[in-house]
T-cell receptor
């Protein structure tokens, strides 16, 4: 079945450091891929998305490229800020049959950025 | 534009009781989704409602049920509460494209969640 695997956290970085959070997926169809972010005490917010192979999603300095050959959707940011501290979730949607309506999430990666 | 709202923010129950959680979608959204975020288990899909009908269900026992009202708001009911039901319950909403085909999606917008604690 469909699933998402993302790197275990927590990740601790200094401000302005480079960030990579790895995400790989398993799907039998042609999924759309997402990164969600959850700030403390809040719900999930969509950070970026990609709907087909080789698409690059980007938002707020974050980027991720949909790589079908490696079934990956790694999240990157060139220079993190303290305000980026949050939990990041990789997710996929494979809108067909029994998977209709559902998002499959990775376990989440806690990012802490120190000034 | 108001986002997805959920109530209550926190709910404390004892084992064996019933819990009712509520969700109001974004205006114009007809689909409502429920997810459970339990410690150590990540985010798990519970239910999807659209136009008042249950469209899909995750791998949860029947004591997890819900409904969607004519105004598209939704309730999640958990009967015979168990300790392991303690979790953050997230509701999301989206539009529903009647011509939806495989490979497409409608973005799900999430609410802040209800924290359920079972003692």
């Amino acid at each position: 079945g469909d699933s998402v695997t993302q790197m275990e956290g927590p990740v601790t970085l200094s401000e302005e450091a480079f960030l990579t959070i790895n995400c790989t997926y398993t799907a039998t169809g042609y999924p759309s891929l997402f990164w969600y972010v959850q700030y403390p005490g809040e719900g999930l917010q969509l950070l970026l998305k990609a709907t087909k192979a080789d698409d690059k999603g980007s938002n707020k300095g974050f980027e991720a490229t949909y790589r079908k050959e490696t079934t990956s959707f790694h999240l990157e940011k060139g220079s993190v800020q303290v305000s980026d501290s949050a939990v990041y979730f990789c997710a996929l949607s494979d809108w067909r049959g029994s998977t209709l309506g559902r998002l499959y999430f990775g376990r989440g990666t806690q990012l802490t950025v120190w000034p | 534009e108001a986002g997805v709202t959920q109530s209550p923010t926190h709910l404390i129950k004892t084992r064996g009781q019933q819990a009712t959680l509520r969700c109001s979608p974004i205006s114009g959204h007809t689909s409502v989704y429920w997810y459970q975020q339990a410690l150590g288990l990540g985010l798990q899909f519970l239910l999807w409602y659209d136009e008042g009908e249950e469209r899909n269900r995750g791998n949860f026992p029947p004591r997890f049920s819900g409904r969607q009202f004519p105004n598209y708001s939704s309730e999640l009911n958990v009967n015979a509460l168990e300790l392991e039901d303690s979790a953050l319950y997230l509701c999301a909403s989206s539009t529903r494209d009647r011509g939806l085909v495989a490979g497409t999606y409608n973005e799900q917008f999430f609410g802040p969640g209800t924290r359920l604690t079972v003692l």
